[in-house]
Every structure is written in structure tokens, then in C-alpha cells.
């Protein structure tokens, strides 16, 4: 069994780095976005609605190290063949 060359292990890692923190970001906005929906006509307070975001966020990368963990690839979709 031969390993994989130093360029193409860096390739895999920055392919994978960059769809997780692309998953994590846009999780982040769209809880955030979402909170302050529904905290502005409840009267809640935009720290909430940054809260919902980050836990928000924080799952999303959870489920990529999982999802990297469970089957090495360049995504960190759940989903096979991606």
C-alpha cells in the first residue's frame, strides 16, 4: 500500500477546510438571520438571536468533522458520492 504524496494530502485538507468553514459560516448568518426574525417582533434581544447562531454554527461543524471522520473525502457532507 503506497501513501499518498505530501501535495495531495494538502490539496484534500484545504479542499476539506474550505467546504467546512464555508458550511459553518453560512449556518451562522442563516441562524442569525432567522433569530433576529423571530426575536424582533418577540422583543428579544439581538444577543439571542447571535446565540442561535453560534449553536447554529457549532452543530454545523460538528456534523462536518463527523461526516469527515465517518468517510474520508474532500466534503463535509453527510451525503455519499459527495
Not at 494530502?9 to 467546504?19: E, I, M
Amino acid at each position: 500500500m503506497s501513501l499518498p504524496t505530501t501535495e495531495t494530502v494538502v490539496k484534500t485538507a484545504a479542499s476539506y477546510g474550505r467546504d467546512l468553514l464555508e458550511r459553518v459560516l453560512s449556518t451562522f448568518l442563516q441562524a442569525f438571520i432567522g433569530g433576529i426574525v423571530v426575536t424582533q417582533p418577540l422583543d428579544g434581544s439581538m444577543w439571542y438571536a447571535a446565540a442561535a447562531g453560534g449553536v447554529g454554527a457549532a452543530l454545523a461543524l460538528l456534523k462536518g468533522l463527523v461526516a469527515r471522520w465517518r468517510d474520508v473525502t474532500n466534503s463535509a457532507s453527510l451525503a455519499k458520492g459527495v
